[in-house]
């Protein structure tokens, strides 16, 4: 279990609600995360080195990548990665959280974290994104769909169960990626239509320069 009390109910929040949060992701309006992971897919060749942060219980977005790829999935929720690994046995999942693991320098040809590093706090991104382009090949690809509201870190309930969100405003994310070395080649501020409200987040597809 993590050692941060944000990231412990982050963790336990999940693990409470693999099937509630499947259902409710699947029933998004306007989710532009098919069209991303194809303009990923247009730029990190077939057969590539893949982590993706925030797997959670192997969506369809997570088959897709594990179709194309050589992935592991990380992510910081025992039941969410219990399930991952019954929908995708083949393939690879770590149990950490995305501010520890470790993968070896320049070991990777991308990174892919879809809505998850909403529940890092923000004061660990700017940390995280160097660890990213650390892994990252030179001319690897992040793609990240972060937060775009200034928000320190909000503790309350989400979808029956506690949960934690953090995140910066779109400009200061685009600058914390460019000290980390990552060149947003591709960005868009997009809203979707989940079923309790709007959500907009900051879309990312950034070239490790």
Do not use: K
Request: with cysteine; proline share 6%.
């Amino acid at each position: 279990m993590p050692v941060d009390p944000r990231s412990r109910i982050v963790a336990a929040g999940f693990d409470a609600i693999v099937d509630r949060h499947l259902a409710w992701s699947a029933a998004i309006e306007g989710d532009p995360r098919a069209d991303w992971l194809e303009r990923f897919g247009a730029l990190v060749a077939r057969g590539g080195v893949v982590v993706e942060l925030g797997c959670g219980a192997a969506p369809p977005s997570t088959r897709w990548l594990a179709d194309r790829y050589r992935l592991t999935g990380v992510d910081l929720s025992r039941g969410q990665l219990e399930r991952a690994r019954a929908t995708l046995p083949d393939a690879r999942f770590i149990l950490a959280d995305m501010t520890s693991v470790a993968f070896p320098p320049a070991s990777l040809d991308g990174v892919v974290a879809i809505y998850a590093v909403s529940h890092v706090p923000r004061e660990r991104h700017a940390t995280l994104f160097r660890r990213i382009a650390g892994w990252l090949r030179p001319g690897g690809w992040f793609l990240a769909a972060l937060g775009s509201a200034d928000d320190p870190g909000w503790t309350g309930q989400w979808l029956g169960v506690e949960m934690f969100f953090s995140s910066f405003d779109a400009e200061t994310n685009l600058r914390l990626l460019g000290d980390a070395h990552l060149d947003a080649a591709q960005a868009e501020t997009v809203t979707m239509h989940e079923p309790d409200g709007d959500a907009t987040f900051l879309w990312v597809l950034a070239r490790r320069t």
